[in-house]
């Protein structure tokens, strides 16, 4: 089968008759392309536009103003043993984990195109610092997809330590410590002026957030030609008979496999908490086929490669999955909600766009002052040394 896909004729083959399935498809089935889209296009801008556009200007800032480098002086001996990575590394890490997808991992394709960090130390990165934010898990998932927060908190914790527990497994991923980064660290910290800054993460975010929203619209249509024209459907009675699941949850991790946000959302209802959960938690880690499309458009030509990352992802997506079913008897019993409550919950397009611009907004701001805050006491720290040594 492998050598029969390394055949360039069968994979244009292959290609050609997807891509005509497709057309077919948006042909025969042209209302439910076009409500798909239009649901595609309110979650862009109820959730994605207001969740991600403040995180991108932060990221963008953080690297540009070179918070990054401060903070890369004062976190190296804990950057380093840990993860075996240089201390500028860490904005994309909380970067990551605050901001959600895929902050984490644009921020570290900006260090290592800004020779902050070497080809080996971002490709480690990548494995583990695109994670799932704060506001999604709890928000989203906790309170709307299982009408619980303390389920959120539990999910938002299993999906934490299974970041960590990849960036530590990706320590020891083979390469070249010496680097390969376009261009060299200077000794000494570099930025620009705050107007050239701004300006350039303006731009940058509002075309970053438009090629996300892209992707969301195309496989918010894909998932929904699938399901109407049968194949997911077929595809997912198939795997349901072979592996011996109920239809349903097969269907769910199928689409949650494509689209992280629909696939979540599917998992609300009735059924065993501790199954559902578990799902939620490798959905969550995998992220879906639509971030990775996100994150490889950022690659772009920085020579980075994706097979990290992707190897990154499903290891995260496995080890939360594993987490949380061992924590399924310990816990999970005291968080089971009525159904009638959860049946109450709304889709997550439907969510305010007033509420999430402003967590968003008080999130980013959280954390810019964090890195504004933490590059001054290192700055007052260094300029009493120079001082001292003077003397």
């Known amino acids: 089968m492998t050598k029969l896909l390394r055949h360039q004729g069968l994979r244009d083959l292959t290609l050609g008759l997807a891509l005509l399935a497709a057309g077919g498809a948006l042909v025969l089935c042209p209302d439910a392309a076009m409500e798909a889209a239009r649901a595609g296009l309110r979650l862009c801008g109820n959730v994605i536009v207001p969740s991600l556009f403040p995180f991108f200007v932060l990221s963008s800032l953080v690297v540009e103003l070179g918070f990054a480098q401060y903070l890369g002086r004062a976190l190296e001996p804990v950057m ?10 860490a904005s994309a890490v909380a970067l990551g984990f605050v901001g959600g997808y895929p902050v984490g991992a644009r921020t570290a394709i900006q260090l290592y195109q800004q020779g902050l960090c070497t080809r080996t130390e971002a490709q480690r990165l990548l494995a583990f610092c695109n994670n799932s934010g704060p506001a999604f898990i ?9 009408a619980s927060s303390r389920a959120g908190l539990l999910l938002y914790l299993v999906h934490a330590l299974a970041s960590v527990t990849v960036g530590l497994l990706f320590r020891f991923w083979p390469g070249d410590e010496t680097g390969t980064a376009p261009a060299a660290p200077a000794p000494r910290i570099r930025t620009v002026r705050f107007s050239l800054a701004f300006t350039r993460a303006v731009r940058g975010a509002l075309s970053s957030t438009l090629n996300i929203c892209a992707f969301v619209v195309l496989f918010t249509v894909v998932i929904r030609l699938l399901f109407h024209t049968g194949v997911l459907s077929g595809l997912a009675g198939g795997l349901s008979a072979l592996l011996g699941v109920e239809r349903r949850w097969v269907e769910s991790l199928l689409t949650g496999f494509l689209e992280i946000s629909s696939g979540v959302t599917s998992l609300s209802g009735t059924g065993a908490l501790a199954g559902r959960m578990s799902m939620a938690a490798f959905i969550l880690g995998w992220a879906g086929v639509s971030v ?3 994150v490889l458009s950022f690659l772009g030509d920085s020579g980075l490669s994706p097979r990290t990352y992707v190897l990154g992802k499903l290891l995260h997506g496995a080890l939360s999955a594993g987490g949380m079913w061992l924590l399924a008897g310990a816990v999970l019993p005291g968080l089971e909600v009525s159904a009638a409550l959860t049946e109450q919950v709304e889709t997550i397009s439907q969510l305010d766009f007033r509420r999430a611009l402003v967590l968003s907004l008080l999130s980013a701001w ?3 002052t964090a890195f504004a805050a933490a590059a001054a006491g290192l700055a007052r720290k260094n300029s009493g040394k120079g001082r001292r040594s003077v003397v």
Do not use: K
């Open 292 to 294: 990775h499309c996100q």
């Open 138 to 146: 709890l928000g989203v998932v906790g309170t709307g997809v299982f």
């Open 80 to 89: 380093r043993p840990l993860f075996r990575v240089g201390g500028p590394c």
């Open 366 to 368: 959280a954390v810019w």
